[in-house]
């Protein structure tokens, strides 16, 4: 089994905690064919659909999926 990035790992424990753990299931397999890049910008998508992108920011920076610098 190859091994889960970081990424991945934060991403999918973002939407176990927002959505519950039948969809972060969904999205893991999903994920398990995607870059880095592609998981970071869907995580950023789906979440500020869901919360709106000041909380999606908040999430992302405490997970560390993001720094304060990388978005303006």
Same mark, same amino acid.
């Not at 990035?5 to 519950?20: F, H, N, P, Q, R």
């Not at 972060?24 to 869901?50: C, G, P």
């Not at 992108?53 to 405490?62: F, G, P, R, W």
């Given at each position: 089994?190859?091994?889960q990035? @970081?990424?991945?790992?934060? =991403? #999918? *424990?973002?939407?176990?905690?927002?959505?519950?753990? $039948?969809t =972060?299931?969904?999205?893991? *397999?999903?994920?398990?064919?995607?870059? $880095? $890049? %592609?998981? @970071? %910008?869907?995580?950023?998508?789906?979440?500020?659909?869901?919360v709106? $992108? #000041?909380?999606? +920011? *908040?999430? @992302? *920076?405490? +997970?560390? @999926?993001?720094? +304060?610098?990388?978005?303006?």
């Open positions: 089994m190859p091994e990035s @970081l990424i991945k790992t934060k =991403a #999918v *424990e973002i939407i176990s905690d927002y959505m519950g753990e $039948d =972060a299931k969904m999205y893991s *397999e999903f994920y398990q064919t995607q870059s $880095d $890049d %592609v998981i @970071l %910008v869907s995580i950023t998508q789906l979440m500020t659909e869901y709106g $992108d #000041v909380q999606t +920011k *908040e999430i @992302l *920076e405490n +997970k560390g @999926l993001i720094n +304060k610098t990388n978005h303006g």
